[in-house]
Structure formats: structure tokens, C-alpha cells
């Protein structure tokens, strides 16, 4: 009967030998290996991202304090929408006002995000799939309240 202890030290030292001679061989895996210094943009694609949408809004809501009624306009637009566009898919953007410094900013856009949140919900309780919808925020210069667009894209 082979002694089990030199059986155990040899298997040890063949793994030990092949994992001396197969590591050098090996690449760690590191942030370089995926590429995690990506191409920066180009500068007139940073420009065309900062100009206002061009596209023209299905709705635009604007709340200006007061209680805004929009879900009639805004069940008809959608109702339009899909009569034409069966499978329409949406982009509501948030639209701050781009005044005062960062901290009223960021205020102003969580405020119009919320209003966003708002609007969406009305829109799943109209029927669209939630999954057609995309939300997105930005702000703007030239608006004075906050608003909400709805894209059909």
C-alpha cells in the first residue's frame, strides 16, 4: 500500500508545477482589459447636446405654481398619437428653468422630475406601456416655470 502522505506531497507539487509554468502565461483582468478610457466625445456632438431639442413636443405642460389641468389634453394627444402610431414610443423630459446657481438648479429639477414621475403615471393609467416611455431630464435657458414634453419618437 503507497504511503498516503507521499501520494498527497506529490499531487501537491505537480499542481504546483503546473501552475508555476501556466500563470506567466495568464493576463490579469483590470479596468484596461475592457477599456475603460473611452474615446472622448466630439466637440460638435457636445455642442449639438447642449442646444434645446428641436423636435416639436406631442405636449408640452408647464406648471407655474397653481394646479395645471392637462390629463383631458393630455389623454387626447396620446389617444391621437396612438391612433396613428400603434407601437409609438415617448420621451418625457423634465425641463428646468437654467437660472440661479447649481443648488436652485438642482431644487428646480428634481421639482420638474417629479412632475415628469406625475405625468408618466397619468400616461400608464391611460394605457400606454410603461416600456414605450423613456424619461429624461435637462435644463433650459429663456423658460421662467417648469415644464414637461412629451416626444413621440
Known amino acids: 500500500m503507497p504511503n498516503v502522505r507521499k501520494t498527497h506531497a506529490r499531487a501537491f507539487l505537480a499542481a504546483a508545477g503546473l501552475l508555476f509554468f501556466a500563470l ?6 483590470d479596468q484596461t482589459t475592457f477599456g475603460a478610457k473611452p474615446e472622448p466625445p466630439a466637440p460638435d456632438l457636445l455642442a449639438e447636446a447642449l442646444k434645446p ?14 394646479e395645471t389641468a392637462y390629463s383631458s389634453q393630455l389623454q387626447r394627444a ?9 407601437e409609438a414610443q415617448y420621451d418625457v423630459v423634465a425641463v428646468a428653468p437654467a437660472k440661479g446657481n447649481a ?10 422630475s417629479s412632475a415628469a414621475r406625475a405625468v408618466i403615471d397619468q400616461m400608464i393609467g391611460f394605457g400606454i406601456n410603461p416600456s414605450a416611455i423613456r424619461l429624461l431630464a435637462r435644463t433650459e435657458q429663456g423658460i421662467s416655470v417648469q415644464e414637461v414634453r412629451i416626444y413621440v419618437r
Open 24 to 29: 506567466p502565461g495568464c493576463k490579469l483582468i
Open 53 to 66: 431639442d428641436s423636435r416639436i413636443p406631442l405636449v408640452d405642460i408647464r406648471f407655474n405654481g397653481s
Open 78 to 86: 396620446l389617444e391621437m398619437a396612438e391612433a396613428r402610431r400603434p
Open 103 to 112: 443648488d436652485e438648479q438642482i431644487k428646480a429639477a428634481n421639482q420638474a
